[in-house]
């Protein structure tokens, strides 16, 4: 009894001073307290997909890092502490070469000209010390570049592009990159046909959006004239009747588009009219778009942006006394989050500058 009582107690003194001593450099095991290598995690977004990376950030503190503090040669932990960690919340390429959704430890070995950038199925050790190779999903090498110093260890995303990135780890004067890419059209495609099953299906917004990507990234035209006609038989608005005309001109169907986009214009309201002539006139279609804002002006003689339709019809002209008057009409009807602008409008005016340019 005496002897269980002991060894207890010694067990617990034992305890005590391991914490005591881990306390002294801010460090545990045990308890939530500032770490020496704080924590950090960077996350990017390529499309819909999700890339996440979760480390610890050791300082340099002067030391020599490459070949010493992180030997050549030897696997590493990528960071400090836990494992380092990397999601892919779809699945990915890595310098070329195909990954699965899911999360990582991410090791790698350093090299004087080439490292080893190392994908394990394990994402739970703590550092490299019980790391396996039987257990890597991927292992990528890639070239390792000078780059300024860094004290504290970083991840960063860079060379963005809509599919694609370069994660780069920086340390000392060391940048290690290894490229991303994703089939976002593919994942976004998917996407869309399991969105629309839901709610979304009831709803003409949720068809609209979706046509609107297809078109945007100019695939699956078919499928996307027939989105916009389930928007369209949802309800018929200025927006769907509009992209079914953007999408026909798409598929080469001229006249049909020219159908359609003048049935969306019937249905406009002075504002929507506004905004599709400014449309034109970033489009380099001066012509339709003083022709839109006239026509918008006689069927709606009384609404603000009639008026400035008309200013922007003046100005082209180069008739300035009159456009100045269509804009200080346009004043007295505007919201008053608009009317500081319009009265920027009206000086250019007045100093005979041409507010379409």
């Known amino acids: 009894m005496h002897r269980s009582l002991f060894a207890l107690l010694a067990?617990?003194?034992?305890?005590?001073?391991?914490?005591?001593?881990?306390?002294?450099?801010?460090?545990?095991?045990?308890?939530?307290?500032?770490?020496?290598?704080?924590?950090?995690?960077?996350?990017?977004?390529?499309?819909?997909?999700?890339?996440?990376?979760?480390?610890?950030?050791?300082?340099?503190?002067?030391?020599?890092?490459?070949?010493?503090?992180?030997?050549?040669?030897?696997?590493?932990?990528?960071?400090?502490?836990?494992?380092?960690?990397?999601?892919?919340?779809?699945?990915?390429?890595?310098?070329?070469?195909?990954?699965?959704?899911?999360?990582?430890?991410?090791?790698?070995?350093?090299?004087?000209?080439?490292?080893?950038?190392?994908?394990?199925?394990?994402?739970?050790?703590?550092?490299?010390?019980?790391?396996?190779?039987?257990?890597?999903?991927?292992?990528?090498?890639?070239?390792?570049?000078?780059?300024?110093?860094?004290?504290?260890?970083?991840?960063?995303?860079?060379?963005?592009?809509?599919?694609?990135?370069?994660?780069?780890?920086?340390?000392?004067?060391?940048?290690?990159p290894f490229k991303v890419q994703v089939k976002v059209n593919d994942l976004v495609t998917a996407s869309i046909h399991r969105q629309l099953h839901g709610f979304n299906q009831y709803y003409w917004e949720g068809w609209d959006d979706a046509a609107g990507y297809l078109l945007a990234n100019k695939i699956n035209l078919e499928e996307a004239l027939k989105y916009e006609d389930q928007s369209i038989q949802s309800e018929e608005r200025y927006d769907n009747l509009l992209n079914k005309s953007h999408i026909l001109e798409a598929m080469n169907r001229k006249e049909d588009a020219t159908v359609y986009r003048n049935k969306a214009l019937d249905a406009a309201s002075p504002l929507q009219l506004y905004f599709y002539a400014r449309q034109l006139q970033g489009e380099k279609k001066p012509d339709e778009a003083l022709a839109v804002f006239r026509s918008t002006a006689k069927k709606?003689?009384?609404?603000?942006?009639?008026?400035?339709?008309?200013?922007?019809?003046?100005?082209?002209?180069?008739?300035?006394d009159n456009a100045v008057k269509e804009v200080k009409v346009a004043l007295t009807g505007a919201p008053d989050s608009n009317k500081a602008n319009l009265e920027n409008y009206v000086k250019r005016l007045q100093a005979k500058e041409d507010i379409n340019r």
């Open 11 to 176: 067990g617990a003194l034992s305890l005590t001073s391991v914490s005591r001593a881990q306390t002294a450099t801010s460090e545990t095991l045990m308890l939530n307290l500032p770490r020496q290598s704080q924590h950090a995690v960077v996350t990017q977004r390529l499309g819909i997909t999700d890339i996440t990376v979760n480390y610890h950030r050791p300082l340099a503190n002067g030391r020599q890092i490459w070949g010493k503090v992180a030997p050549y040669g030897q696997v590493w932990r990528a960071g400090a502490n836990e494992n380092t960690t990397i999601t892919f919340t779809d699945p990915v390429t890595i310098e070329g070469q195909s990954l699965d959704k899911g999360t990582y430890g991410l090791h790698m070995i350093p090299g004087e000209n080439q490292w080893t950038v190392i994908f394990s199925k394990n994402s739970s050790d703590w550092g490299s010390f019980t790391y396996k190779q039987e257990e890597d999903a991927l292992r990528v090498n890639v070239k390792p570049q000078a780059a300024d110093a860094h004290d504290a260890l970083a991840y960063d995303f860079d060379e963005l592009k809509p599919d694609s990135a370069v994660v780069t780890m920086r340390w000392d004067k060391v940048a290690v």
């Open 300 to 320: 709606f003689p009384d609404y603000w942006t009639s008026h400035m339709g008309m200013a922007r019809v003046y100005s082209a002209q180069g008739d300035f």
